[in-house]
């Protein structure tokens, strides 16, 4: 049997392999957390110090001081992005492949998205072009657009949708079962 080549590889299905992959989305969400933190009291000290030491009709001075403040500002932007994706990582997952490439991928999706060191993405933005598959298609053939790109075809083989809270999923109390609608078989709807 020849290997699929995959470009992004499809997480296994069975409880434990999706408990896994959110263990591993959380842990990154975590770092990114913990690294926005760390950049805006690292800026919040770097302002406070231009305040002091400089005065204001220091052209180069000021130029720095604009930055800093720019700067300290997108990473607020970024703490509320990462406190998001932080609390609830994705809700929904679609498995596709592309016809003209031969590639199976797989994406999950949430409110934010989520990658390490501004790589390829472990979860992918809801607006995202390719996340409308999973608002707008049913399983099979369907195309999502990227604007100033064109139309992408691909064959959509499963979505599903989560419920996760606390980092943990809670199969005795919180959860249900839930249709997977690439298979029908039943799985867990991670709820907690």
């Not at 110090?49 to 000021?62: F, G, I, P, T």
């Not at 989520?114 to 979860?123: A, D, K, M, R, T």
């Not at 249900?176 to 799985?187: E, F, I, M, T, V």
Request: proline letters at 4%; glycine letters at 8%.
């Amino acid at each position: 049997m020849k290997d699929k080549k995959t470009f992004r590889p499809i997480p296994g299905l069975s409880r434990e392999a999706e408990e896994q992959q959110l263990a591993e989305i959380i842990g990154v969400a975590q770092k990114n957390l913990i690294k926005t933190e760390e950049r805006i009291r690292h800026l919040s000290g770097d302002l406070d110090d231009l305040m002091e030491n400089y005065r204001l009709k220091d052209k180069e001075a000021l130029a720095l001081l604009h930055n800093t403040q720019s700067q300290l500002l997108e990473s607020k932007r970024d703490l509320v992005r990462c406190r998001k994706a932080r609390k609830k990582p994705y809700f929904g997952r679609i498995d596709f492949r592309d016809p003209k490439l031969l590639q199976e991928e797989s994406y999950y999706v949430g409110r934010v998205g989520i990658s390490e060191n501004g790589s390829e993405p472990l979860v992918i933005d809801w607006r995202a072009p390719v996340a409308s598959v999973y608002y707008e298609n049913t399983i099979g053939p369907c195309r999502y657009v990227v604007k100033n790109e064109g139309v992408f075809e691909i064959d959509l083989k499963r979505k599903r949708t989560y419920e996760i809270a606390e980092d943990k999923s809670d199969c005795s109390g919180g959860g249900r079962l839930g249709k997977d609608n690439g298979s029908n078989a039943p799985y867990f709807l991670y709820s907690v």
